[in-house]
């Protein structure tokens, strides 16, 4: 076996194992309002788009973005200091849209602004999807993805 092919087999089964465990990197985070770990909202939210998923497969693809839009951010009041990265969790249906978003953590700001939270979050609905599948079969699941947040570029516009 080659160092490639053995690159891609731990991928793959790396993957799979996440699939199949139904855990995500992120679960182990308390989500503060609810005390569930992040990722079984989203996960129960799976079993309600449809059967559960079979547990032997040949073939998993994850899903890639194919359209990402940008947050449009409200105005920053001056003297605010901070930034950093938006992390959230969106449940991506069968089709490739995003039914739903968690955010697991918001940019350090300071003061804290929660219309930034809801711009990013407006946004990442907006988003689409090449929707994961299974043995070439779209399936719903569950995504973490993070967005930069850049005071710098949020008081120029961009």
């Known amino acids: 076996m080659t160092v490639l092919t053995r690159s891609r087999m731990a991928i793959t089964l790396t993957l799979v194992s996440l699939i ?21 909202a989203c996960e129960r939210e799976i079993l309600k788009l449809g059967p559960r998923r079979p547990t032997v497969w040949r073939e998993v693809t994850s899903p890639m973005i194919t359209r990402r839009v940008r947050p449009t951010f409200p105005t920053i009041p001056s003297g605010t200091t901070g930034g950093g990265v938006w992390i959230g969790e969106v449940l991506i249906d069968a089709g490739g849209r995003v039914l739903n978003v968690w955010t697991i953590r918001e940019p350090k700001l300071t003061p804290r602004l929660p219309s930034v939270n809801k711009a990013v979050t407006d ?17 719903p699941t569950c995504q973490t993805i993070t967005v ?6 949020m008081r120029a516009g961009q």
């Open 20 to 40: 199949l465990l139904e855990t995500h990197p992120v679960t182990l985070v308390q989500n503060a309002a609810s005390d569930e770990p992040h990722g079984a």
């Open 148 to 153: 930069n947040v850049n005071l710098k570029a």
């Open 123 to 139: 946004a990442v609905l907006k988003w689409q999807f090449a929707p994961a599948a299974v043995d070439k079969v779209p399936v």
